[in-house]
């Protein structure tokens, strides 16, 4: 053991979380969560759509001492990672638009290697019965409720954690661990005022109340998250974001007086902007090159050639008629063949409207020509 008190001892793993890269660190009591019951509120209202895993764990999620039963401490990093547009690569029109949080190499490796880090810090000065366990984005616990109560901001009505210094664009990690360390006070005050500018401008509506998301109808999880098919409705309000969205982010004044990431790895790689109809012609062997270190690998290549179609058709891009065209006819995924005959729709030219009906004779999956019959009605 140490004599160190357990103030110098947070003194000093906060010094340490600084000199490792992080832009914020806060210690929270390992305990419940805060917000519990909302969670709960939100699973009950099925607003987590086909995210099973945050059905699954909830006792974990519940206390992190069922995540590491003699845990003390949780220590909470954030990590900016904003970058401005004029950083953008260039990327030839027309242009799919991509989170920011996803413009550099994936976070999950660069918040966990700080954590680890972190770790080999504390089992040095303080021998092997240290225990910790790190988490990004990776494991059943509410990360947001532990950075507020770890003192690093309050819950906007986006449902984004908001620093008063540095605004929204941090990405959160937590280092659970079995050392008494001394908490910092919880950030109890909201600082969103009457202010609903993100509710106003959500373009699908997802944040149904003030810190109420809706994940069925939330662009994120439409781009990033579900399996399956964009409910028709929907798509022609995601615009042109492939990956992601930031909208309710981006109109947070509390974002006005963001500060350019000092991150090496969050500057913006070749996938943080995206040729459209590049994308539609992308291999299964490109796709695993080009995204390797990329948080875009989660969407799989036929999600991501899904949400080009939407876009290219939100754009009624005739350049894009030929390769959605070879998409309609000979793409193994009728989720692909779907979202390229709903583009084609939008687009209307001639050639699709004439391959739209040639692809009715041959399609058998009744999703697919559903979506054809639908598109051609709409055009006629
Ligand atoms: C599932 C998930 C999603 C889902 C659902 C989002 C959501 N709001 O729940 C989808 C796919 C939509 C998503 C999108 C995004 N995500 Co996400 N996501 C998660 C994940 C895995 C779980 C979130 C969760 O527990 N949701 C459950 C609901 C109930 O929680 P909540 O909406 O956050 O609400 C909390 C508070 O608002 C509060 N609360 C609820 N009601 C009320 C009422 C009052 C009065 C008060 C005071 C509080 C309050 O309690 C809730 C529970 O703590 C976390 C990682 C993790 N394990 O925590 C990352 C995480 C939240 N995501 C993150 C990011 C970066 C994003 C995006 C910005 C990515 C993007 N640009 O596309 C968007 C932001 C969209 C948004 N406005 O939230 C970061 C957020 C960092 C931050 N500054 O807040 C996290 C923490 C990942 C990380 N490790 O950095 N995400
Ligand atoms: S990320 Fe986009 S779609 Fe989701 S809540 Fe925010 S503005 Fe709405
Ligand atoms: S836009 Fe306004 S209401 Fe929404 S999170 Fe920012 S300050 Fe809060």
């Not at 699954?56 to 909470?76: C, F, G, Q």
């Not at 401005?84 to 990327?91: G, I, N, R, S, Y």
């Not at 012609?281 to 695993?288: A, G, K, N, P, V």
Request: hydrophobic share 40%; charged share 25%.
């Amino acid at each position: 053991m140490t004599n160190l008190t357990s103030e110098r001892l947070s003194q000093m793993v906060k010094q340490r979380g600084i000199e490792l890269g992080f832009d914020l660190i806060g210690i929270a009591p390992a305990q419940q969560p805060l917000t519990y019951r909302y969670y709960e509120q939100w699973l009950s209202l099925k607003f987590h759509g086909e995210m099973g895993y945050m059905e699954r764990r909830r006792e974990e999620r519940k206390d992190v001492r069922n995540l590491l039963p003699d845990a003390k401490a949780v220590i909470v990093g954030a990590v900016n990672y904003f970058v401005p547009d004029e950083h953008l690569p260039e990327t030839p029109e027309p242009r799919g638009k991509v989170a920011r949080y996803a413009w550099g190499t994936d976070y999950h490796e660069v918040l966990l290697r700080k954590l680890e880090a972190l770790l080999d810090y504390l089992r040095a000065l303080l021998g092997d019965w240290v225990k910790g366990k790190a988490y990004v984005d990776t494991g059943p616990i509410l990360e947001r409720d532990f950075a507020v109560q770890a003192g690093l901001g309050w819950f906007g009505k986006n449902t984004c954690l908001i620093n008063p210094k540095l605004g929204s664009y941090l990405l959160l990690g937590e280092l659970i661990v079995n050392v008494p360390l001394a908490a910092d006070p919880p950030f109890i005050r909201s600082h969103c005022g009457k202010c609903v500018r993100c509710i106003e401008a959500c373009p699908t509506g997802a944040l149904v109340a003030p810190h109420q998301l809706d994940a069925k109808r939330c662009i994120s999880y439409l781009t990033i998250e579900l399996k399956g098919s964009i409910p028709r409705e929907l798509r022609p309000l995601i615009g042109t974001w492939v990956f992601g969205c930031d909208i309710c982010q981006e109109v947070c004044p509390w974002n006005r007086k963001a500060k350019p990431t000092k991150e090496e790895a969050f500057k913006p790689r070749p996938w943080a902007s995206l040729e459209l109809i590049r994308l539609l012609e992308l291999s299964e062997d490109e796709f695993r090159e080009l995204f390797r270190h990329s948080p875009l690998k989660r969407a799989k290549r036929w999600g991501l050639i899904r949400n080009a179609c939407v876009a290219l058709g939100n754009l009624r891009e005739v350049r894009a008629v030929p390769l959605l065209v070879q998409l309609l006819h000979n793409d193994p995924n009728p989720i692909v063949r779907e979202h390229a005959a709903w583009a084609l729709g939008k687009i209307a030219t001639e050639e699709a409207i004439r391959e739209l009906r040639k692809a009715l004779e041959a399609e058998s999956n009744e999703t697919v020509r559903q979506e054809i019959l639908l598109s051609l009605n709409e055009v006629r």
